[in-house]
């Protein structure tokens, strides 16, 4: 996982795999499949587990308290010199012909179910008062997936935590207004988890 993760599907050799697994190609092959397979598995693990860290965050009461807290942990997994590394997440769509057009739907389910948790738990907040009834949950969906895949982008060219954090400075800050008069807010319950997860 951790050298699909720095590296991406294209990047990512054979012999890069073996040195990884401490395993010859035969025997990655028989236990694994072929590089393809390798790779959706892989990625299906990172994934799994991103989910689960976004649905612990996107489960607190506020939803603006749950979405800053998962663009500043995202920045500090994104940032850290001994993490996976984030080429699941920035990996580009997968064209070669070489690669299936199954593979190719799973990859782009697992990118496309980052706004969908988003945006399920950003409805749940306009359903329970916490956003203005003209807030458009699509739009702001659609943000704060770019903000994160833009997050990771930037870290990977480079950029730093704290010049990051000033980025999540700036995204928080259009967060639209509170009603005056919010209703009574419940504990909120975590979005379902899709099958396109998240990174």
């Not at 697994?21 to 694994?32: E, K, L, P």
């Not at 996107?58 to 500090?76: I, N, Q, Y």
């Not at 005056?180 to 990174?199: F, I």
Request: aromatic residues 8%; proline residues 5%; hydrophobic residues 40%.
């Amino acid at each position: 996982m951790r050298v699909f993760a720095a590296k991406g599907y294209e990047s990512t050799s054979l012999t890069d795999l073996e040195r990884a697994m401490g395993i010859n190609r035969v025997s990655m092959y028989a236990t694994f499949g072929n590089k393809e397979a390798l790779f959706v598995k892989a990625m299906m693990r990172y994934t799994d587990v991103g989910s689960r860290r976004f649905l612990r965050h996107l489960g607190m009461e506020h939803a603006r308290d749950g979405f800053e807290t998962l663009l500043r942990e995202s920045v500090a997994m994104f940032t850290d010199p001994h993490g996976h590394g984030v080429c699941f997440v920035t990996q580009a769509p997968l064209t070669s012909g070489e690669i299936s057009e199954k593979t190719k739907r799973f990859v782009a389910e697992r990118r496309a179910g980052i706004e969908l948790m988003l945006g399920r738990r950003l409805q749940q907040a306009l359903d329970e008062g916490e956003l203005l009834p003209h807030a458009s949950v699509q739009n702001l969906a659609r943000f704060f997936a770019v903000t994160i895949l833009g997050l990771a982008l930037q870290a990977q060219h480079g950029a730093t935590r704290s010049e990051l954090m000033r980025v999540v400075d700036v995204a928080m800050g259009t967060w639209p207004p509170a009603p005056r008069q919010p209703r009574k807010r419940k504990a909120a319950k975590p979005p379902a988890a899709t099958t396109g997860d998240a990174a």
